[in-house]
């Protein structure tokens, strides 16, 4: 007996799926599981099915909803002139947690990444141009990654054309953040995007 | 639309009860399952379900088994005549991968832990007593913590009325350690237990 009884070894392959979970904490999840009561692996079980059965994507924003629209576009107090523009669905609670952004979604599903085959037909691109019109801003709120970078400046250039207006994240200090601390490449984006003190 | 939909909610929470799974892991986690194919959703909550359903706990050592009694002590190769006490059915295979111990095992099913309210009758200690017999060797390898070792006295305690010989894991410098970076109990123990180079 050098391996794992076969139903074990099933449940930590299937931990190790998932992302920042190595084989180690999935061997810990899983004796977890085998050493608590049924309830808890009956619950999560049924919590993972649950999940993928009421969970389905706004048919506007692709934002998670259960129903056809999210509560999101169904909102009317919601300002529809202004897209924010983001890779996944988890980056609108980011925004929403705030409460500084008091208009609506666009889930791409991804960033422009050549190498693993994503391109612009692969993200939700041309349902975000048949959403705007010329009156609107588009907020892009991609990462601060290369991809996200090359993803938000392909989109300018797309939506250019439109003559719609374009916006971004501003690039500067965390909050908090010590000046001893922040890489250069941000230190140069908050000298050239200073603001004047009024 | 602070808060996600409830079935996502209550996935991040069967999650966040794992153990070193925060908040933050169990929504990624949550938000893997949701964009991951619906296989994906079934194959989880399946694997988790079959574990509970086939697993069980060996008669005879309490170890995992998919029988009554686990491979192990089927095993008529295994040296019946040492017993090596481990607190949980994982540490078994920490043993196993080594090959470097053929005897028998015996899960205790936790340590001693008054203040958790885990005395000796919640442990499977009165099975380890009715299994030996004064021609065994029991090697007690509970973990170097402090209730490990409180359960290891009290353990060596009991089998010294057995008249059977107690063992435990020798404790020293762990393999491609530096000396710099051991503890200093560690090297107590190292220098107590020092052996003769031969």
């Given at each position: ?57 706004c048919?506007?924003c692709?934002g998670i909803s259960e129903d056809t629209y999210c509560s999101i576009c169904l909102d009317s107090k919601r ?13 609108i609670?980011?925004?929403e ?7 609506v979604y ?93």
């Amino acid at each position: 007996m050098n391996s794992f009884p076969e139903s074990l070894n099933n449940l930590i392959d299937e931990f190790s799926r998932f992302p920042g979970i190595g084989k180690k904490t999935a061997q810990r999840m899983a004796f977890y599981v085998l050493n608590s009561s049924t309830n808890l692996a009956n619950d999560l079980s049924q919590a993972v099915l649950d999940l993928k059965s009421k969970i389905r994507f706004c048919e506007k924003c692709f934002g998670i909803s259960e129903d056809t629209y999210c509560s999101i576009c169904l909102d009317s107090k919601r300002d529809i002139n202004i897209i924010c523009v983001v890779e996944n669905p988890a980056d609108i609670y980011t925004f929403e947690k705030t409460s500084a952004f008091r208009g609506v979604y666009h889930v791409l599903g991804g960033v422009l990444s050549p190498l693993d085959g994503i391109g612009p037909d692969v993200l939700n691109i041309g349902s975000l141009l048949s959403r705007i019109s010329s009156s609107n801003e588009v907020l892009i709120a991609t990462n601060a990654t290369i991809e996200g970078e090359a993803t938000c400046l392909y989109l300018a250039n797309l939506l250019e054309e439109k003559s719609v207006k374009v916006t971004r994240l501003a690039r500067g200090l965390p909050i908090g953040g010590d000046l001893e601390f922040v890489d250069e490449a941000t230190i140069m984006r908050a000298i050239e995007d200073r603001s004047e003190i009024q």
